[in-house]
């Protein structure tokens, strides 16, 4: 990676680092002393790094990659009350015999069940999403899902979104945080917004990064191979049954 982008990477990290966990602070103190259900925390915070940063078996306690800096502030600032959580997944692209749609995929299910699993054991837990690069990407889609109606949890159980160098940048009702930038993500923004999570969800993103910022109508291959290669993959056909012999 150029030194020039992996500062302006960090200093980005840095400013989800401060929306994440200043939006924690501001919603979450007061239900610290309402949390009654044993071992639940105020806060779930979900983090969801990037490409090659983790795997399928990482552990989840220990902060990896570009959102290390998030994890260790929001425990730093909040300790016990608050619980970050960085999502083990496939976390690939284009090797080992996968695509990365079939990754993003992965993480997309995987986040989605954990979410899940904690929302129904503890019902008064708020929640805070953030992920970086391939992880933006999935984070952005489970928001967007979230904040239609069709996600894991309600859109009012969450409390910031946070997505760095995110391919759905340009998604309509996430707020374009530090520089602007000219383009679009790579893998085109979603479709159906943040809906109720709109005011919610940050996007930060460096102008010089293709991921998060193309001119497709200047670079039109590498767009459109965006667009193709970033889809999640439709369930395979069943075969349909032979015809029976006349």
């Not at 193309?214 to 993959?233: A, C, H, W, Y």
Request: glycine share 10%; charged share 15%; net charge neutral.
């Amino acid at each position: 990676m150029p030194a020039r982008h992996s500062r302006s990477r960090r200093a980005a990290a840095l400013i989800v680092t401060t929306i994440v966990v200043g939006g924690c602070t501001l919603s979450t103190l007061p239900s610290i002393a309402q949390a009654g259900t044993t071992d639940c925390v105020s806060t779930f915070n979900l983090l969801i790094p990037g490409t090659w940063e983790t795997d399928e078996n990482a552990d989840p306690a220990a902060p990896v990659g570009m959102l290390a800096p998030v994890a260790h502030a929001l425990k730093s600032t909040h300790g016990d009350a608050v619980e970050v959580h960085t999502l083990p997944y496939m976390a690939r692209a284009f090797d080992n015999g996968h695509t990365y749609a079939d990754s993003k995929a992965d993480a997309v299910s995987r986040a989605t069940q954990v979410l899940e699993d904690v929302a129904q054991s503890c019902p008064r837990t708020k929640f805070t999403l953030t992920g970086y690069s391939q992880g933006a990407d999935a984070a952005g889609d489970l928001a967007s899902n979230i904040g239609n109606g069709r996600g894991p949890v309600d859109a009012s159980r969450v409390l910031a979104v946070g997505l760095l160098a995110d391919p759905g940048a340009g998604t309509p009702g996430a707020a374009t945080v530090g520089p602007r930038t000219s383009g679009h993500g790579i893998a085109d923004p979603r479709p159906r917004g943040m809906g109720a999570l709109s005011g919610r969800v940050a996007s930060i993103c460096d102008p010089g990064d293709l991921y998060c910022s193309i001119e497709k109508g200047t670079n039109p291959l590498l767009g459109s191979l965006g667009s193709i290669l970033s889809k999640t993959p439709a369930p395979p056909v069943p075969p349909r049954p032979a015809a029976a012999p006349t």
